[in-house]
Structure formats: structure tokens, C-alpha cells
């Protein structure tokens, strides 16, 4: 007796593609850089000098 069989057969299939590497570009244009600052300003604060000379010494010896 002969049993019913199917019989399955495949091939490898072939697609036709070419890939090439990918090009990207970028374009961006320049910087535009501003900084601003306020003037300076400086302080100075001194204590007025005292210059005391003490010449008794001095007279003691003329007199």
C-alpha cells in the first residue's frame, strides 16, 4: 500500500539589491557670539597720614 506523500523542496532566492554606504551632511552656519559688560568700577578708601615730631630732646641740648 502506498501512503500519500508530500514532497517540499526550496531553493535560496536571490533579490536583487545594492546598498551603498550612506552620505549625510551637515551645513551649519557660524556662531554668533556677543558678550557685554558693565564698566568697572573701583574704590579706594584711605586714612589721611598723622606725622608728629617730637623735638624736646633737641632743645634740652641748645639751651
Known amino acids: 500500500m502506498q501512503i500519500p506523500q508530500i514532497r517540499l523542496q526550496s531553493t535560496p532566492m536571490k533579490i536583487g539589491l545594492n546598498i551603498e554606504q550612506p ?3 551637515i551645513e551649519q552656519k557660524a556662531a554668533v557670539q ?3 559688560q ?3 568700577t ?3 578708601q ?3 597720614g598723622k606725622l608728629t615730631i617730637d623735638q624736646s630732646q ?3 641740648t641748645w639751651i
Open 42 to 44: 573701583l574704590e579706594i
Open 23 to 25: 552620505v549625510q551632511q
Open 58 to 60: 633737641a632743645r634740652k
Open 46 to 48: 584711605t586714612t589721611p
Open 38 to 40: 558693565p564698566q568697572a
Open 34 to 36: 556677543s558678550i557685554n
